[in-house]
């Protein structure tokens, strides 16, 4: 019989829950929980708790939300659980080397791409603005770099036509909780070996901002899909209509010849908006205008009349 580790686990959005949920579900011994402050949300400004925090409460795991993971006395306190192990899903802060080392079996991380493709913060997101077929996750051992340490475990998907960062996020998360459970039965058996990054195949997944969102009508329907589903449902893909901002969702790329400068409505039903782009068409059939909420496009021209021939982006 494998022995039971002492698993800290580090997470903080819905992201890092389903793995969480898989440590307990499978009774791996999580011995504390480390998330970040909660948060003022809402009109309100209610403070919220991170949805890490409320399962691990609910399974009564004890949660540490430290203002900062850089102390000394932090790393005490981690220290006192005595771990064998830290997983890390999604927590939000770079990790310091002592503690990254401080268990005997390191720090190992769920990353939702493989590796050594889009390392940083947005690797979800960069997938699908790129236009990826494929995407993953790769059970990795941290250390000190960005993404760089050595992979344990990749798991691949295909990336269907119509997802979102948000739908893709779901199924990575649900990957990363069957994978870190592969990869812990595998370390204890001593059966989980290490590989090298290659470090000349990497490519960098930055934090993205609004201002990435900005449509250029000049590029193809194929990239300018990819990102509005990269950024679907923050930052948000973004256009102008006579001179108001509106939000682009739920596109599709039709073929069609370059007979209308970029940007031009072509036709506008409750189909969706069909816009003239630097190569083919983009059918778009939801969209959002900033003082209102997403809606299907029947339902908006209803009350926002496009005509045939208007430009978006001017």
């Not at 108001?244 to 790329?253: G, R």
Request: proline residues 9%; glycine residues 10%.
């Amino acid at each position: 019989m494998t022995s039971s580790y002492r698993i800290v686990y580090m997470g903080t959005p819905q992201f890092a829950v389903p793995a969480l949920e898989y440590l307990i579900a499978h009774q791996e011994n999580v011995v504390a929980v480390v998330t970040q402050p909660d948060r003022p949300k809402g009109r309100g400004r209610k403070l919220t708790p991170p949805p890490v925090k409320e399962v691990a409460l609910g399974a009564g795991i004890p949660v540490l939300q430290p203002k900062s993971i850089k102390t000394d006395e932090f790393l005490a306190e981690i220290e006192a659980y005595k771990p064998d192990l830290i997983v890390v899903v999604a927590f939000g802060r770079i990790l310091p080397g002592p503690l990254i080392n401080l268990p005997r079996h390191g720090t190992i991380n769920v990353h939702g791409s493989l590796l050594p493709k889009y390392r940083g913060a947005a690797p979800i997101q960069w997938s699908l603005i790129n236009n990826e077929a494929a995407t993953g996750v790769t059970i990795m051992q941290m250390d000190e770099g960005l993404d760089t340490g050595d992979i344990l475990m990749p798991g691949a998907i295909p990336i269907a036509a119509d997802d979102t960062s948000e739908t893709l996020a779901v199924k990575l998360a649900n990957l990363g909780g069957k994978l870190i459970i592969e990869s812990l039965a595998r370390l204890k058996e001593g059966n989980l070996p290490p590989i090298k990054q290659n470090d000349s195949e990497a490519t960098l997944a930055p934090l993205l901002c609004k201002h990435d969102g900005v449509i250029d009508w000049q590029k193809s329907a194929d990239e300018i899909g990819g990102l509005i589903r990269g950024l679907d449902p923050w930052p948000s893909a973004s256009t102008t209509l006579d001179g108001e901002q509106i939000k682009l969702f739920k596109p599709s790329v039709r073929p069609g010849e370059e007979i209308e400068l970029p940007g031009t409505v072509l036709r506008a039903d409750k189909n969706g908006l069909l816009i003239a782009t630097g190569q083919d068409f983009l059918l778009i059939q939801e969209v959002q205008l900033a003082c209102c909420k997403r809606m299907p496009i029947g339902a908006f021209l209803a009350g926002h009349p496009i005509k045939q021939g208007q430009r978006l982006g001017q």
